[in-house]
């Protein structure tokens, strides 16, 4: 039993797995955090988020702790900028969205009476809250403003939230070497792109 674990568990199609996993939690947290950072006003003076090391410990917790317990990923979501827009900043805004997924677990009955169609003007709100960080970005400066118009056309046409960020990035690393702004890849950025081809390549 142990050895039939074990030889489904440790192969590079595991491997791939994993990695890809991986990939897709740090991109959405990244996208996420960033975005919502700015939507609250929580950013330094290079409109950069703060803390962002903390937002990633939290969401590395919550998804170790969820996948002990075999549940899906624990991560940022973009809903909350719903609460952002009502006023929240702080911890206990989580908290209090926490206890109402509690609660919702009881009512998941009566929720599911409401047809999908109502909810759709919620989340045309919320999209429409999102946009607001659009302003921020310089599309005077072409090494800027591609990567983040492929971000956020990419996005919907993928469904995916970590392609339409790896593709972004990507183009970023790739624009700054072809204009000779190399000095503008830290090396982070670089790190990422790279992690991007290699999937898009290979995965």
């Known amino acids: 039993m142990f050895n039939e674990c074990y030889n489904k568990i440790f192969t590079t199609d595991m491997a791939v ?37 903390k937002s990633f410990l939290v969401d590395s917790l919550g998804t170790i702790v969820a996948g002990c317990l075999g549940t899906s990923v624990v991560e940022t979501t973009l809903e909350t900028s719903a609460d952002i827009e009502e006023g929240g900043r702080t911890g ?4 209090t969205s926490a206890l109402m997924f509690v609660l919702a677990l009881f009512f998941s009955p009566l929720f599911l009476i409401v047809p999908s169609a109502a909810i759709t003007p ?48 990507l183009s970023y690393v790739v624009l700054n070497i072809i204009t ?24």
């Open 92 to 95: 206990l805004m989580a908290v």
């Open 17 to 53: 797995c994993v990695f890809v996993f991986i990939f897709m939690s740090i991109f959405n947290n990244i996208g996420t955090v960033t975005g919502l950072s700015i939507k609250a006003g929580l950013t330094d003076e290079n409109n950069e988020a703060k803390d962002m090391n």
């Open 122 to 169: 919620v989340l045309v709100t919320v999209g429409l809250s999102m946009t607001s960080a659009v302003k921020a970005i310089d599309f005077d400066n072409i090494t800027e403003a591609i990567p983040a118009f492929l971000t956020f056309i990419i996005i919907p046409l993928t469904y995916s939230i970590a392609d339409g960020i790896m593709i972004g990035i």
């Open 180 to 203: 000779g702004k190399f000095k503008q890849i830290s090396l982070p950025m670089c790190a990422m792109g790279i992690l991007s081809l290699v999937k898009m390549l290979f995965l």
